[in-house]
DNA sequence: AAGTCGGGGTC
DNA sequence: GACCCAGACTT
């Protein structure tokens, strides 16, 4: 087993010179922007992040400018983003600091903890980075990292496993002797897992721990961590209507929870029957077939049959808080959910 | 403990 | 396609 004592020492050194030092959210202690971007790090890498953070950075500079900002223009930026319950706990976040705590994060772990959005590893992650708090986190690169150097068995997403390695990564943190340690040490293991030791193909040759780990040593790179058991992904279908008037089309609201929860839509129904009442009810006429689209979740498929509406009698009363109609040139300004929007580009296109 | 919640990168 | 990503939250 490799000396604990030398895990973090030997993982600080290494990201001092070969870690990352320049993503948009480093080099600073600013509590916002590093709370920001753990929020968009979750489940979400790095490449996609980027432009979402400079957006969001840019509309809402301080976490005020974000509390005080309308939920539905903070849901439209987070548009594309995905886990759409984070764009939610992040408004409602931001208006706890700024109104509860006087508009600064709290520093300690356990209160970072208690805010919406922030469970323990993003805590521990903010503290650490923020406030330089001897704090670990677990996050999927650590997974990988003490699985494989550790030889951690079982699939982590168990209690079970995932226990030992929160042990196991608390026994590690190294004890801080300058404040920048705990910093370089959790940018380290994120580094470590995000750079070399990655899922496909891990560059050993690089790693600063490849003569004691366990999967390199026994040539178990590939089966470290245990992968999640197969699970079947069921199959829903739903039909969806795109209502044209000119250069708009007619949006809806989704309910807060559920799936694109707070998101703008287009009209929805289980089967074509209903689908012919909906577009009824909407005065829209000349329903044409367009090309199905699939997409699919992490627990299902979607299959979803559009069908192109003309609004020849649309009844303008009709529209409310939850129905508007949306210029195609301003879709931007709504949040509106990847497929759906690639419905309507496609339609724009069409329309050139 | 298991299910819910996105979209895209990467092999 | 399969699998996962700087996970949190609900049931």
Not at 50 to 67: G, K, M, N, Q, S
Not at 304 to 309: Q, V, W
Request: overall charge neutral; charged content about 20%.
């Amino acid at each position: 087993m490799l000396a604990l004592t030398d895990f973090s020492s030997r993982l600080i050194a290494w990201q001092r010179i070969h870690g990352r030092h320049d993503l948009p959210w480093q080099n600073t202690r600013d509590a916002y922007r590093i709370w920001l971007s753990e929020i968009m790090l979750q489940q979400t890498q790095v490449s996609t992040v980027i432009p979402y953070y400079a957006r969001f950075l840019e509309r809402f500079p301080t976490v005020t400018a974000l509390a005080d900002a309308p939920i539905d223009d903070v849901m439209a930026l987070w548009a594309g983003l995905g886990y759409y319950s984070r764009a939610r706990n992040l408004h409602r976040c931001a208006q706890v600091v700024a109104h509860e705590h006087g508009g600064a994060f709290p520093q300690t772990v356990e209160a970072l903890a208690m805010l919406p959005g922030i469970g323990r590893s993003t805590a521990a992650a903010i503290a650490s980075f923020a406030f330089a708090a001897r704090a670990t986190i677990l996050d999927g690169n650590v997974k990988r990292v003490l699985a494989r150097v550790f030889g951690v068995e079982g699939f982590p997403g168990e209690k079970r496993v995932e226990n030992a390695m929160w042990a196991l990564a608390e026994s590690l943190l190294p004890d801080a002797a300058n404040k920048d340690e705990v910093t370089a040490y959790t940018q380290g293991l994120m580094d470590l897992g995000a750079t070399l030791c990655v899922r496909g193909k891990p560059d050993c040759v690089r790693c600063p721990f490849a003569s004691d780990c366990v999967a390199k040593v026994e040539g178990r790179q590939r089966e470290l961590p245990a992968a999640r058991p197969k699970k079947a992904v069921p199959t829903r279908k739903t039909w969806m209507l795109i209502l044209q008037d000119g250069d708009s089309v007619l949006l809806q609201k989704r309910p807060p929870v559920g799936i694109w929860g707070g998101l703008w839509s287009l009209p929805e129904a289980a089967d074509e029957a209903a689908l012919a009442e909906v577009a009824r009810d909407l005065g829209a006429e000349h329903l044409q077939r367009l090309a199905p689209l699939s997409h699919t979740f992490t627990h299902f498929k979607l299959d979803i049959e559009p069908r192109l509406g003309e609004a020849c009698s649309a009844p303008r009363e009709l529209m409310n808080a939850e129905t508007v109609w949306a210029p195609l040139a301003k879709i931007d300004a709504y949040g509106v959910p990847a497929p759906v929007r690639k419905l309507i580009d496609a339609l724009s296109g069409s329309l050139i």
